[in-house]
């Protein structure tokens, strides 16, 4: 598993270290101070991304509503994504889905939550969702969470992306950095199907099933 370790810092730029990937938090017109807000992301193994959903979907994205949030004499925004579910690949996600992340823009004021993948209306994606609600932006491991997909007109094919735009050739290319070339499935014929990406990741729910807790009834 690829770490680096924590250094808060406030930028205009985005950090990629080589075993990690820093996101930062810039804010246009100074809206509210987020200084030395920064968290570094661990890009994690197939199975451990699996694990640490929630729930996985398939989805489109329908709309996107940003928002005023009021935090005693602070204010900042939020965006709302609402999403069409066309598949449920692990756990039972709320029906309507919408998931709630920092950032976005409202008038003239945008705020940015650099190195966060963009949701874009009618965009369908594979998503792993965590912590909605709760976390600054739901999913696993931020930008390792998204996996949009494109259809490639030359096969009829849908084909797995990474959120960065490169092709997902095999499950173990998730935790290769985002800046880094998919040297682990360039051997293959071609990307992954949203299909064939589904079923792997059923698979490891099959192998790694989330144990209840000892004391539960």
């Not at 709760?134 to 998204?146: E, H, K, N, S, T």
């Not at 880094?180 to 360039?186: D, F, H, P, T």
């Amino acid at each position: 598993m690829r770490k680096h370790s924590l250094s808060p810092t406030v930028s205009s730029g985005v950090n990629h270290p080589r075993n990690g990937f820093r996101v930062v938090l810039a804010l246009a017109l100074s809206l509210i101070s987020f200084r030395g807000l920064a968290t570094t992301v661990v890009a994690p193994e197939f199975d451990s991304l699996v694990a640490q959903a929630d729930y996985v979907v398939r989805a489109v994205v329908r709309s996107q509503t940003a928002e005023w949030r009021i935090d005693g004499p602070n204010r900042h925004i939020m965006t709302k994504v609402a999403l069409d579910v066309t598949e449920v690949i692990k756990g039972t996600p709320p029906s309507p889905l919408v998931l709630e992340m920092l950032g976005g823009s409202i008038g003239k004021y945008r705020m940015v939550v650099e190195g966060t993948p963009s949701f874009i209306v009618g965009e369908e994606s594979i998503l792993f969702v965590h912590g909605n609600g709760r976390q600054f932006f739901p999913l696993v491991a931020i930008m390792y969470g998204m996996y949009p997909i494109a259809l490639d007109t030359a096969s009829g094919l849908r084909l797995v992306h990474r959120s960065n735009g490169s092709p997902l050739y095999d499950v173990k290319d998730v935790s290769q950095p985002m800046t880094a070339a998919n040297a682990l499935g360039q051997g293959a014929a071609r990307p992954l199907t949203s299909a064939e990406f589904a079923n792997k990741i059923r698979a490891s729910v099959s192998l790694h099933p989330v144990l209840p807790p000892a004391n539960a009834n």
